[in-house]
Each structure stands twice: as structure tokens, then as C-alpha cells.
């Protein structure tokens, strides 16, 4: 009965920054790789930044500076920075871990229901 749900979205302007959290809940016995994806409407969805149990993050081009995925495992959360907002940055976007419950001994991947980023002057 693992859950992700996420907060911090909203309207901001261009140019403007949010933080999105994402907080797993549940009968968690670990948590491993954690990341963002969004989608546009007509879009396909796409990963925005992952980061890995020991810290490594990866980003699409299209965020690279300005955006930082972070995570703190004492809470079970993990964070996405977002600044110098765009536009084309307006997209719903889904929290997604792989987590291990506990007495299962197997991972699952885990979404969340997602949350609402609108970019628009």
C-alpha cells in the first residue's frame, strides 16, 4: 500500500521558479531510484530528472541548469528545484520510484497522480 503524492505546482510566470515534493508513504522497507516526468498535452511523457539511491542525477537536455532533483531519504521525498521557468516547461508532472515494501522482498515501480505546472504571462 505504497503511495507517492506530490505537491508545489502551480502558475508561475516565465522566468519564475517552483519546488515540486514528492513524499512516499506507506509499508516502505527501501527506497531506490527516484525521478520527475512530465506531460504536455498531445505529448508524450518524458523524463525530466532522475536520481539514482546514491546521489547521481541525470537531466534532460532541455532542463540542464535549471533545474536540481534532490532527495532526502530520512523523509522519503524527493524534491524537484525548477527555475528560469519557460512555457514549454507547462506540463502535468509525475513523481516515480522504485521502492521496495516491506515483507515482499521484490521492487515495484510507483507513480504518482501528478501535479499541475503552468508557465504562462
Known amino acids: 500500500q505504497v503511495q507517492l503524492v506530490e505537491s508545489g505546482g502551480g502558475l508561475v510566470q516565465p522566468g519564475g521558479s517552483l519546488r515540486l515534493s514528492c513524499a512516499a508513504s506507506?509499508?516502505?522497507?527501501?527506497?531506490?531510484?527516484m525521478g520527475w516526468y512530465r506531460q504536455a498535452p498531445g505529448k508524450q511523457r518524458e523524463l525530466v530528472a532522475l536520481?539514482?539511491?546514491?546521489?547521481?542525477?541525470n537531466y534532460r537536455d532541455s532542463v540542464k541548469g535549471r533545474f536540481t532533483i534532490s532527495r532526502d531519504n530520512a523523509k522519503n521525498t524527493v524534491y524537484l528545484q525548477m527555475n528560469s521557468l519557460k512555457p514549454e516547461d507547462t506540463a502535468v508532472y509525475y513523481c516515480?520510484?522504485?521502492?521496495?515494501?516491506?515483507?515482499?522482498?521484490?521492487?515495484?515501480?510507483?507513480w504518482g497522480q501528478g501535479t499541475q505546472v503552468t508557465v504562462s504571462s
Open positions: 536520481i539514482s539511491s546514491g546521489g547521481s542525477t
Open positions: 506507506g509499508s516502505i522497507f527501501s527506497i531506490y531510484a
Open positions: 516515480n520510484a522504485d521502492i521496495a515494501p516491506r515483507h515482499n522482498g521484490n521492487s515495484y515501480n510507483y
